[in-house]
């Protein structure tokens, strides 16, 4: 299977619970990299992006480490990588422990950039690392014009980015069409919480993106962190004999790590685990269980030099 891979990447420097400074290349690095590790032989990862110059040709020399990666998609640009300096304050994946700074987003792909690669992709994944990755009209056109599996992990269109660098949330006022334009959706607690300006509760956000009027979503899901995983599908219920759609709440638990070293781009690699599965499987359950146990390994290794350790 040949799979599109949608987002930005970056440069992290990760200042951890223990005090130590880690440097690593990040955001959408940790879905592709993983990815390339975990999918089939046969299998191709084909990353979209915009790439500064100045971390360029470090970035396809890391890339050329993995057969499976093709990086015909990459467009080098003037505009300099990003730079996220991250600080984490507790051993866990709670996003209230952590702190985030982050310089100017690399420029946003136009959608023609992507859509030269629509016909040869069977599976397509779109990680909002920056949150300005592609506009919502470039993914309503990926909708349009491709019929395969979409996953979209919302991530960073709930951030806001200060002056100063500090990123904070803020609710989204076109929420309901970034959930509504692929066939899974992917968000973290906090993420689900500050989508939309009316407050509503993780089910009812569920429930309005799986019974939304713009196309067919099979499914949503919210990472946890420590407490897991939370989906939701549609199914066919009956009650006193009368036949109805109702969502069907799923409860994925953590898998326990005892050698916890960095959470940093656990969702990510949850976001390629999940592509993987259920791409070839189409069981929802099943890929949500998979993907948890990936994130968990993840979180037992350091940066991106690690992930090949996730086979």
Sequence with gaps: MNYLIIGEPCVDVIHNAGGKVINSYGGILYSVIS???LC????????????GEDEYENIINLFKKYPQIKTAGINKVKHPTRKVILYYNLYNTDKKARTEKSSEATYTLDYIQCENFLKMADAILVNMISGIDITIETLKNIRKNF???IHIDTHNIVMKT???????????????EWCTNSDTVQMNEFEVASLSHVKMSEYKTAEQILFNKNNE??????????????GYTKKEKVFGGEKFWDLDRHEIPAVENPHFVDSTGCGDVFASSFTLDYSTTGDFEKSLHYATRMASLKASLEGIDELHKLK
């Design 40 to 51: 089939r032989p046969e299998d191709t990862v084909i990353p979209i992006m915009n790439l």
């Design 35 to 37: 990815m390339a590790v």
């Design 217 to 230: 979503v099979k499914g949503v899901f919210v990472t946890k962190g420590k407490d897991g995983v939370t």
């Design 147 to 149: 019929k395969g599996f």
């Design 162 to 176: 200060r002056e100063d660098g500090s990123r904070v949330h803020q609710n989204v006022d076109n929420w309901y």
